[in-house]
């Protein structure tokens, strides 16, 4: 596609990565059809093409963003289906990422929209606060009905349903490491997974020891920064990224194999710390080798010789996450896993549509989010499962909150196949 | 410089525009209707990006009844009507212009009925292509027409452009399979044409109506037929050492009154683009390939295959390779698929969609690819060789004013070579902008001026689609 850039505006090396994306893109159109608001709306700026467009406007003429504009970049998900289909290879999460810093640079948001996004910036990359926060959401939650009445009282209402009911759940014993092992991993602890479901890492641990993987202690890191990240707080993303690269790098230049990460949304992040950091000269190299040493743990376990599970009858519907099936482009092996572990795997129909939960989506577009979530829902329903299992925690959270059908994380279904505990809410059905 | 001109907008209109705004407001709800520059700018081209321009106003009605409503408003208002389904048109058929309204269709998606005993489905006209299949594919049916932009483009466009794709070798262009059509004319009169059985008393409207690029009315709703599918299909794919080759490998295979499903040719340049993408197994060290297809039994493909491999066989073909696999065939019709949106990762292109009599293909390809080179420029060919309709990808740099002039004429050039041997200006794309000023080269004055009349009768004041089509000048009104 013809662009319009001067030199000036190509000098900035943001501006000039944007112009190469936007001259790879024909406006086909192919990205309308597998855009989850697009198949809601009908509307082309609801679409990726529609966006690129709008931001292509919008970069070129060096024009702060505007109301209409912020409108529709914010009702995209960044679920990335756009890239899965796109066949000239445009780079749509680099652009909008683009997109939402400039909108974060030159746009004034509305004050209880600032003051939501503040508030979720401030808490949910940090554990301590999250798990207080959490406690608060719980005594909220008969206040949830006033909501509806203040300004973006929609949006709070929809944060304070998607607070646990019944506190978080157990966390189940860990084994101890069996002598020294020859592979060593690190595994992300992160932020807000870690609060909502400690379990998922105790379960990758438990798998990884009777592996013979060492899981090496990191005790710096946290939030990978995605979750500011897409809300275009780039600097404050960055800060997460530079943080969690020097909790590594030590263990990485003492021969590290991978940097084990649990939570889809947050890999497709690290696995960009290359390109995020790409300006930053103290930083480019390190980025660079922790993005490839970033592995989903069904990605990682995928590669070794995992035993073949004892044939149970059970019935999972496996819901890829967008971060793995289009950010990561991670299709079969957690299913391969899922199989050779004994479970009766089915593909959902739709499953390249978002189920809405998209990091702090659910909660900035409620709206959007639960429209995306029933027709997830009953497009799972179809499929007759006994458990959904997913790689990521927002997923299990979104979908968890439209179904009574048990939702786990893989990891969860593979360690228990191994013979770890039964999976948190699975008890009832557990054969 | 970009050669196609557009009518100069008519300032009595643009200077009413508030007043028009508001008129449209009196009949479709505030989020139907799109007004803010910075939000038509989505609308104001489709994918021959080359040309935009933006609308007055853009609307999307939810339905039959609001399309008549905004298109009598427009009519009462005296302005100008674009249609647009998903605007995938190569051929600039919904770009609009300054004084004219463009009209959607895309949120009208909903399947309406599917009669499996008459093996017909009645849709909205905004769903896409492929959904009309999916919608019947759990029954054992399909939709047959499949152009290469079938994921997104609407059942609205394929009636407007007449779309084939690469399976209409058996199965027929779109003409061939939609039964009947509900369609909102320029006053907002709305009109059932045709039925829901392959033929109906009086004269055939709905003949005239398919293809006729969004000058006759609106259509909001059709009835399909469905096809059901085979028992099984598989594609083979043939490297040849030169295009010639390929060429009268096709010519043959129709020579000797086989009709695969689909016959596609891809030279070097498209099958390294679309393997990079698909990673489907093309052979990478010929220069041509075709991928043809048969379907039926298993004994049946096997003795289709056999025939055509014998043909190919003594047209010197070097790499002969089957699908293996269900996956393997989805990821060689993905690749070809792709062939345009792939193209956009190695340059910018323009598409040209033009037709020729098969047995004219070897001619055409060297005389082809001499009418490019000779602009400085280079081709990629990927085309429904079966029913001779090639789709030249010109390749130049979108952001040289003088690449792009050249592309053009080279464009032409090919163009009018199609129809010195014997074909035509378009396949499927339709005329749109794009070849618009070509319609002298194709037609008699006398051929263009009974068109122009019939034209005429349903839309008298040019008001649909005003600047496609016909050239601007001769129009009778």
Redesign the interface.
């Known amino acids: 596609m013809q662009t319009q850039f001067s030199a000036a505006q190509l000098a900035d090396s943001q501006t000039r990565e944007s112009e190469k994306i936007l001259r790879s893109c024909v406006h086909c159109g192919f990205c309308t059809a597998t855009c989850p608001t697009y198949l809601l709306e009908g509307d082309e700026r609801d679409s990726p093409r529609g966006r690129i467009y709008l931001i292509k406007d919008m970069l070129e003429n060096d024009k702060p963003a505007s109301k209409e504009v912020v409108t529709h970049i914010d009702r995209c998900l960044s679920c990335l289906s756009c890239m899965t289909t796109c066949p000239s290879g445009v780079n749509y999460m680099h652009l909008v990422d683009h997109a939402r810093s400039h909108i974060e640079k030159t746009y004034r948001r509305p004050w209880h929209d600032r003051l939501l996004r503040r508030v979720l910036a401030a808490i949910l990359p940090y554990p301590s606060r999250f798990r207080a926060a959490l406690t608060l959401g719980r005594l909220g939650r008969p206040l949830a009905p006033l909501l509806g009445r203040v300004p973006g009282g929609d949006r709070l209402k929809a944060m304070v349903s998607l607070v646990p009911v019944g506190g978080l759940p157990r966390v189940g014993a860990e084994p101890a490491q069996q002598g020294s092992c020859t592979r060593r991993v690190a595994i992300l602890g992160g932020c807000a997974q870690k609060v909502l479901d400690p379990e998922i890492n105790a379960a990758t641990r438990r798998v990884l020891a009777r592996l013979g993987v060492g899981v090496v202690p990191v005790p710096d890191e946290g939030c990978c920064g995605a979750l500011v990240h897409h809300m275009g707080q780039e600097d404050k993303a960055l800060v997460f990224a530079r943080r969690n690269i020097d909790a590594w790098w030590p263990l990485i230049e003492d021969g590290l194999e991978a940097i084990i990460i649990t939570a889809s949304g947050c890999g497709t992040t690290i696995k960009d710390y290359g390109f995020m950091l790409r300006e930053d000269p103290a930083y480019r190299e390190k980025a660079a080798r922790v993005s490839a040493l970033a592995r989903d743990i069904t990605e990682y376990l995928d590669g070794l010789d995992l035993p073949e599970g004892r044939g149970d009858t059970l019935v999972v519907a496996y819901h890829s996450a967008c971060s793995m099936q289009h950010g990561q482009q991670i299709r079969d092996e957690p299913k391969r896993l899922l199989q050779r572990a004994g479970y009766a795997v089915r593909d959902v129909p739709e499953g390249h549509i978002c189920c809405g939960s998209a990091g702090t989506y659910n909660i900035l577009q409620p709206g959007f989010a639960s429209r995306l979530r029933d027709r997830k829902v009953a497009n799972i329903e179809r499929t007759k499962p006994d458990v959904i299992a997913t790689g990521n925690i927002g997923c299990m959270t979104q979908i968890g909150s439209g179904t009574d059908i048990p939702i786990v994380h893989t990891i969860a279904l593979i360690d228990w196949a191994m013979g770890g505990p039964v999976p948190n809410g699975l008890e009832r059905i557990a054969p | 410089m970009t050669h196609i001109q557009f009518p100069i907008p008519d300032m009595t209109i643009t200077d009413r525009r508030e007043e028009i705004i508001a008129a449209l407001a009196g009949v479709v709800p505030e989020e139907c209707l799109?007004v803010?520059t910075?939000?038509m700018?989505?609308?104001?081209?489709?994918?021959l990006?080359?040309y935009r321009r933006m609308p007055l106003a853009v609307v999307?009605p939810r339905s039959t009844e609001e399309v008549s409503a905004v298109m009598a408003c427009c009519h009462a208002a005296g302005v100008n009507v674009v249609p647009r389904g998903?605007?995938?048109s190569l051929a600039g058929g919904a770009i609009p212009q300054e004084d004219a309204v463009v009209i959607?269709v895309?949120?009208?998606?909903r399947v309406l009925d599917f009669d499996r005993k008459s093996r017909t489905i009645t849709v909205e006209t905004?769903i896409?292509n492929?959904a009309v299949s999916a919608a019947v594919a759990p029954e054992g049916f399909f939709y047959a027409p499949d152009p290469s932009?079938q994921?997104?483009?609407t059942i609205g466009g394929n009636i407007g452009m007449n779309s084939g794709g690469a399976h209409c070798l058996k199965y027929g262009v779109t003409s061939n399979n939609v039964l009947g059509v509900k369609v909102v004319l320029n006053d907002g009169t709305i009109i059932d044409l045709g039925g829901d059985a392959m033929d109906v008393p009086g004269l055939n409207l709905l003949g005239l109506l398919i293809g006729s690029e969004g000058q006759l009315g609106i259509v909001t709703e059709a009835t399909l037929r469905i096809i059901p599918t085979a028992e099984g299909a598989r594609p083979v794919l043939f490297g040849f050492d030169s295009s010639e080759e390929a060429g009268a490998c096709v010519a043959a295979i129709i020579a000797a009154g086989i009709v695969p499903v689909a016959m596609e040719f891809m030279d070097r340049p498209a099958i390294e683009i679309c393997e990079a993408?698909a990673k489907a197994g093309y052979p990478l060290d010929v220069e041509a390939m075709l991928i043809i297809e048969v379907e039926g039994s298993d004994a049946e493909v096997d003795a289709s295959l056999a025939r055509i491999i014998a043909i190919a066989e003594a047209h010197g073909v070097r790499v002969i390779k089957q699908s293996r696999s269900a996956l393997e065939t989805a990821q060689i019709w993905k690749g070809r698929k792709?062939?345009?949106?792939?193209?956009?990762?190695v340059a910018?292109?323009i598409c040209m969609d033009g037709t020729i009599p098969t047995g004219q293909l070897p001619f055409v390809l060297k005389r082809l690819g001499e009418i490019v080179a000779g602009y400085g420029l280079r081709v990629a060919n990927v085309f429904h060789a079966g029913d001779g309709n090639l789709h030249p990808l010109i390749l130049f740099d979108?952001?040289d004013p003088e690449d792009q002039a050249r592309a053009e004429a080279a464009g032409n050039d090919i163009l009018k070579l199609c129809v010195e041997v014997g074909g035509c200006l378009t396949g499927e794309h339709g005329v749109g902008i794009e070849k618009r000023d070509l319609m002298g080269f194709q037609f008699t004055k006398a051929d263009l001026d009974q068109q122009l009349r019939v034209r005429a009768a349903f839309d008298p004041d040019w008001r649909l689609n005003p600047a496609k089509v016909f050239p601007l000048e001769g129009r009778l009104i």
Do not use: H, M, P, W
């Open positions: 799109i803010a910075d939000q700018r989505a609308f104001e081209t489709d994918a990006t080359a999307l998903a605007g995938t959607g895309s949120k009208l998606n905004g896409t492929v932009s994921l997104a483009c993408f792709s062939a345009f949106g792939a193209t956009g990762r910018d292109y979108a952001n």
